[in-house]
């Protein structure tokens, strides 16, 4: 599973032996020369960094001298998105993708993927940046369906989704002021199922690239799922359109 890599010296040794790193935390108040040459060696890598408050690092690395960084090696190996596309083709499967935008909790991401898994999702895309690390506990919390569920790293979300919708893909995103109830929405073409995060949901651009946002209703005092049950209900809406479709 994932390693987490603390201490000035480990981070920037890491960087310049070329590891395999998701993402790069750091004190946001801490200007250090050799801080600074960790954000230099990143920036060349094309490796995220994020400054974040003290108590987030410690969340972190509760028991390690972190020195004001950390940085995530991959739990998993990602995979290319073309390459899972051309499986699905091969298969003569309808495409299913899901990606995550802005989900930052690690028990949420490894529960949608653990989801994912069992729905038969083809992928789950992960941004590189605002997006919980593919560490450890979303390891554990996915019951170990990291190691089935292909998991893509995007770079720039929109451009992406663009480029899906040329490809035939239905960009589906969930929001609270969706037009239709999931429900009422049909899911069974080629789709991308778009999950924000419980606080701020989707971001506005991403929000701008859907061709449809549905809802899931609310009859209760609290307004919103938690992000992972959200997906799950909206992931098996698919399952059960595309068997009722055949």
Known sequence: MATIIAGRNSVAEALKAGRSLTKIYMTADKASQPL???K?????????????????MQRYAPDTRHQDVIAFAAAVSFAVLDDVLARVQEKREMPFLVLLDGVEDVHNMGAVI????????????????????????VGKTSAGAVEYMPIVQVGNTTSLLKSLKKRGFWII????????????????GPVVLVIGSEGRGMSRLVRENCDILVRIPMFGQINSLNASVAAALL?????????DAR
């Open 36 to 38: 600074r040459q960790i």
């Open 40 to 56: 230099a060696l990143a920036r060349e890598k094309g490796v995220p960094l994020e400054f974040v408050k003290p108590e987030a």
């Open 114 to 137: 653990r989801t994912a898994e069992c729905a038969g999702v083809h992928a789950v895309l992960v941004p590189k940046r605002r997006s919980a690390p593919v560490n450890e506990t």
């Open 173 to 188: 995103g969930a929001h609270m002021d969706g037009e239709n109830d999931y429900f009422h929405s049909s899911l069974t």
């Open 235 to 243: 992931m098996y809406e698919v399952v059960r359109q595309r068997g």
